[in-house]
């Protein structure tokens, strides 16, 4: 999605310049939605002033809890102002959900949108603005105004509710009942924003996790709009990390698993439960476990331990106290279910759960894999990705990211950072790792890059190019070593991608998390993030923004710098071809001549569209035979101005030589454009 900036606006989002008046291996989601976006671009043009540095003031600073809830206050107090300079309606209103602030004094906040009084499920937005109290930036979940036909629901509740349990018995639910009763919404993840019910199923999924179906329905029609799971699934003598210091609270001649510096987190033995909290983790002293899996409290100082290096991690790396920034420590409950092979977070209950593994011999609570669950919670307390699509892949890889950065934090010799994930855990029964960021498609159903259809993967497996991406843009490709073991990875167009080193990957890729995505971003609206955030803290001219650049293209995503790829022959057509508003599908040809044979497996699809509102037009590719590829489906792009980028078809199955055709078509009506320019590439 592309920002809008009106730097000489004044803004209400700082205290000083106030205006006078979300498994590891489950399927899980925080709100499910089609319409995907990209990020703001403000980016400073100057380079750091030292090469490889920071620029200075552009990171974000340690906000404690009280600063926080003082910048929390006040863009509450401001936020009528907000959502008026904002062009919001007279019925919208925004409410505040997160705030940063960088040290040159630039604040990012972050606002959900109510309209009604009802809640607007995919009106998300992020404000920029600057150390003067200006609009630097917003990005939006979605640009579509908020303007439903009506706010009168037309079908009764009891049908959203029985629509909802049929859909968690079509998933095989374990004793499904409705958790949340249907509550009126406005539903604004696709398409135009309609009045809706949200239904909410509990009991247990078909592998025994706790369930908390979503269903949305549409409350003038009565149709299925979408629906979502919103359980993530992902001195102590440990099982993984050996013996360690954790943190523990003594209360007279009883120690317990309280870490009182952590923001109070405890540990809990559900004693192979699966409701409730369990019992808290106490003794007569302050030794817990004895490093085997059977001595139910070594798992418990494993799941203490992860708990304390990710507090550690996000707080002395990002300067954040705690998933929710305010200083509150969530909790851990181990020993959950019986053979439960997998672990997951809940926003319900604030709360990581780790299953024993199969046997109950192998406790899901390594390091990684306690990082991994901790950031869904720190994912959806930010960016709030959708569980679901492309957004989905983004909010799974996200985990999978900081759950190895962790790992790299840690410095434990028990258990080394790495770039695979759930390695220590054996989840598949012989002793692979459960992913592989290098090359994700190592574990047979992770996908190593971005194409057109991954959005209907797996989000497990959709999340392998953004793994990908983030150990390009750290390590590079190729082969290598690092703390023993070997990497070897490819990139999508055979060219080479240098890396800028993990602590800096991982800092760009947290700023875009926590300042440029929004629930709807999609991988197109991550590259926009990730270099957006790039440039603001190493310059746009800087090597790391190339950097960026280059490990976005070695996964299919966006072109190399200066128009570069892997080379082969092409075949253009630069005639402009104008988009009717809201009408019929235009085509653009292409001849190609002169090949041998089928077209490849790799056909480079290079797409240079002009249009304001990118989510209103569908474009596919037409083989000489009339064989259709949707590149880019209706809905999906969000609001973003502008589609350019490259797209990989696998057309084996075409003959190479014919006329080709770019077809457009505009659904919607207001945003008007026109194909620009258009290319085949064969490698």
Same mark, same amino acid.
């Given at each position: 999605?592309?920002?809008?900036?009106?730097?000489?606006?004044?803004?209400?989002?700082?205290?000083?310049?106030?205006?006078?008046?979300?498994?590891?291996?489950?399927? %899980? #989601?925080?709100? $499910?939605?089609?319409?995907? !976006?990209?990020?703001?671009?403000? =980016? /400073?043009? @100057?380079?750091?002033? &030292? +090469?490889?540095?920071?620029?200075?003031?552009?990171?974000?600073?340690?906000?404690?809890?009280?600063?926080?809830?003082?910048?929390?206050?006040?863009?509450?107090?401001?936020?009528?102002?907000?959502?008026?300079?904002?062009?919001?309606?007279?019925?919208?209103?925004?409410?505040?959900?997160?705030?940063?602030?960088?040290?040159?004094?630039?604040?990012?906040?972050?606002?959900?949108?109510?309209?009604?009084?009802?809640?607007?499920?995919?009106?998300?937005?992020?404000?920029?603005?600057?150390?003067?109290?200006?609009?630097?930036?917003?990005?939006?979940?979605?640009?579509?105004?908020?303007?439903?036909?009506?706010?009168?629901?037309?079908?009764?509740?009891?049908?959203?509710?029985?629509?909802?349990? %049929? #859909?968690?018995? $079509?998933?095989?639910?374990? !004793?499904?009942?409705?958790?949340? =009763? /249907?509550? @009126?919404?406005?539903? &604004? +993840?696709?398409?135009?924003?309609?009045?809706?019910?949200?239904?909410?199923?509990?009991?247990?999924?078909?592998?025994?996790?706790?369930?908390?179906?979503?269903?949305?329905?549409?409350?003038?029609?009565?149709?299925?709009?979408?629906?979502?799971?919103?359980?993530?699934?992902?001195?102590?003598?440990?099982?993984?990390?050996?013996?360690?210091?954790?943190?523990?609270?003594?209360?007279?001649?009883?120690?317990?698993?309280?870490?009182?510096?952590?923001?109070?987190?405890?540990?809990?033995?559900?004693?192979?439960?699966?409701?409730?909290?369990?019992?808290?983790?106490?003794?007569?002293?302050?030794?817990?476990?004895?490093?085997?899996?059977?001595?139910?409290?070594?798992?418990?100082?494993?799941?203490?331990?992860?708990?304390?290096?990710?507090?550690?991690?996000?707080?002395?790396?990002?300067?954040?106290?705690?998933?929710?920034?305010?200083?509150?420590?969530?909790?851990?409950?181990?020993?959950?279910?019986?053979?439960?092979?997998?672990?997951?977070?809940?926003?319900?209950?604030?709360?990581?759960?780790?299953?024993?593994?199969?046997?109950?011999?192998?406790?899901?609570?390594?390091?990684?894999?306690?990082?991994?669950?901790?950031?869904?919670?720190?994912?959806?307390n930010t960016a709030g990705l959708n569980?679901?699509?492309?957004?989905?892949?983004?909010?799974?890889?996200?985990?999978?990211?900081?759950?190895?950065?962790?790992?790299?934090?840690a410095a434990n010799s028990s258990d080394?950072?790495?770039?695979?994930?759930?390695?220590?855990?054996?989840?598949?029964?012989?002793?692979?790792?459960?992913?592989?960021?290098?090359?994700?498609?190592?574990?047979?159903?992770?996908?190593?890059?971005?194409?057109?259809?991954?959005?209907?993967?797996?989000?497990?497996?959709?999340?392998?190019?953004?793994?990908?991406?983030?150990?390009?843009?750290?390590?590079?490709?190729?082969?290598?070593?690092?703390?023993?073991?070997?990497?070897?990875?490819?990139?999508?167009?055979?060219?080479?991608?240098?890396?800028?080193?993990?602590?800096?990957?991982?800092?760009?890729?947290?700023?875009?998390?926590?300042?440029?995505?929004?629930?709807?971003?999609?991988?197109?609206?991550?590259?926009?993030?990730?270099?957006?955030?790039?440039?603001?803290?190493?310059?746009?001219?800087?090597?790391?923004?190339?950097?960026?650049?280059?490990?976005?293209?070695?996964?299919?995503?966006?072109?190399?710098?200066?128009?570069?790829?892997?080379?082969?022959?092409?075949?253009?057509?630069?005639?402009?071809?104008?988009?009717?508003?809201?009408?019929?599908?235009?085509?653009?040809?292409?001849?190609?001549?002169?090949?041998?044979?089928?077209?490849?497996?790799?056909?480079?699809?290079?797409?240079?569209?002009?249009?304001?509102?990118?989510?209103?037009?569908?474009?596919?590719?037409?083989?000489?035979?009339?064989?259709?590829?949707?590149?880019?489906?209706?809905?999906?792009?969000?609001?973003?101005?502008?589609?350019?980028?490259?797209?990989?078809?696998?057309?084996?199955?075409?003959?190479?030589?014919?006329?080709?055709?770019?077809?457009?078509?505009?659904?919607?009506?207001?945003?008007?454009?026109?194909?620009n320019s258009w290319k085949l590439t064969?490698?």
């Amino acid at each position: 999605m592309s920002s809008s900036s009106s730097p000489r606006r004044r803004t209400s989002h700082t205290p000083t310049r106030r205006a006078a008046a979300l498994a590891l291996v489950g399927v %899980s #989601a925080l709100i $499910a939605g089609a319409v995907q !976006s990209g990020a703001a671009t403000a =980016a /400073p043009v @100057k380079a750091p002033q &030292a +090469a490889g540095q920071a620029i200075p003031g552009s990171e974000s600073v340690r906000l404690t809890p009280a600063q926080r809830a003082e910048l929390i206050r006040g863009a509450n107090a401001d936020k009528a102002a907000t959502a008026k300079e904002l062009g919001l309606g007279a019925q919208e209103a925004l409410v505040v959900r997160d705030v940063l602030k960088d040290a040159d004094g630039t604040v990012h906040t972050r606002y959900e949108r109510t309209y009604a009084g009802l809640p607007v499920l995919g009106g998300d937005l992020v404000v920029e603005s600057t150390p003067a109290g200006t609009t630097a930036s917003v990005v939006k979940a979605t640009r579509a105004a908020v303007k439903p036909a009506t706010t009168t629901a037309k079908v009764p509740a009891a049908k959203a509710e029985a629509q909802a349990l %049929s #859909a968690a018995k $079509a998933e095989d639910a374990k !004793s499904p009942d409705v958790n949340r =009763a /249907p509550r @009126k919404v406005i539903w &604004a +993840a696709n398409g135009t924003p309609t009045v809706a019910y949200e239904t909410v199923v509990g009991g247990f999924q078909h592998d025994g996790t706790p369930q908390e179906l979503h269903v949305v329905t549409d409350a003038t029609s009565g149709a299925k709009l979408y629906e979502w799971e919103a359980i993530e699934t992902g001195t102590g003598n440990t099982v993984y990390s050996g013996q360690v210091t954790i943190g523990s609270t003594q209360s007279g001649s009883t120690y317990n698993l309280t870490d009182a510096t952590r923001g109070s987190h405890k540990t809990y033995n559900l004693n192979r439960g699966t409701s409730g909290t369990g019992t808290l983790f106490s003794g007569p002293d302050d030794v817990w476990g004895n490093g085997t899996a059977s001595n139910l409290e070594s798992a418990g100082a494993d799941a203490a331990y992860g708990a304390q290096l990710t507090w550690d991690y996000y707080k002395n790396v990002h300067g954040r106290s705690g998933i929710r920034g305010d200083g509150v420590g969530a909790y851990s409950r181990v020993h959950y279910g019986n053979n439960y092979v997998n672990a997951f977070w809940s926003d319900s209950c604030f709360c990581m759960t780790y299953g024993d593994g199969s046997g109950n011999a192998n406790p899901l609570t390594s390091i990684d894999v306690a990082a991994h669950e901790m950031t869904h919670g720190l994912t959806s307390n930010t960016a709030g990705l959708n569980y679901s699509g492309e957004s989905g892949g983004l909010n799974e890889a996200t985990s999978d990211i900081f759950g190895a950065t962790v790992e790299f934090y840690a410095a434990n010799s028990s258990d080394v950072g790495d770039y695979l994930i759930g390695e220590e855990i054996n989840i598949n029964g012989d002793g692979t790792p459960l992913r592989y960021m290098d090359k994700p498609s190592k574990d047979g159903s992770s996908y190593d890059n971005w194409y057109s259809g991954i959005g209907s993967a797996d989000v497990h497996y959709s999340s392998g190019p953004a793994n990908h991406f983030f150990y390009l843009l750290s390590e590079g490709s190729g082969t290598k070593t690092i703390n023993g073991v070997s990497y070897n990875s490819p990139t999508s167009d055979g060219l080479p991608v240098t890396g800028i080193g993990r602590d800096k990957a991982e800092k760009i890729w947290f700023r875009a998390l926590t300042t440029k995505f929004t629930s709807t971003t999609n991988y197109a609206g991550a590259r926009t993030g990730t270099l957006a955030a790039a440039g603001e803290l190493y310059g746009t001219t800087s090597a790391e923004y190339t950097a960026v650049q280059h490990a976005w293209a070695g996964i299919a995503v966006g072109a190399r710098p200066g128009g570069g790829g892997g080379g082969g022959t092409s075949f253009e057509s630069t005639t402009d071809v104008s988009i009717p508003d809201n009408g019929a599908a235009v085509n653009s040809p292409v001849t190609v001549s002169g090949r041998t044979g089928n077209a490849p497996s790799n056909l480079a699809v290079a797409v240079d569209i002009v249009h304001t509102y990118v989510g209103d037009i569908r474009v596919q590719l037409v083989a000489p035979d009339g064989t259709v590829y949707t590149l880019k489906a209706y809905g999906t792009g969000g609001s973003a101005d502008n589609l350019n980028t490259t797209y990989t078809v696998n057309a084996s199955s075409e003959v190479a030589n014919g006329v080709w055709n770019l077809r457009v078509q505009d659904n919607a009506a207001v945003d008007t454009g026109y194909i620009n320019s258009w290319k085949l590439t064969f490698p």
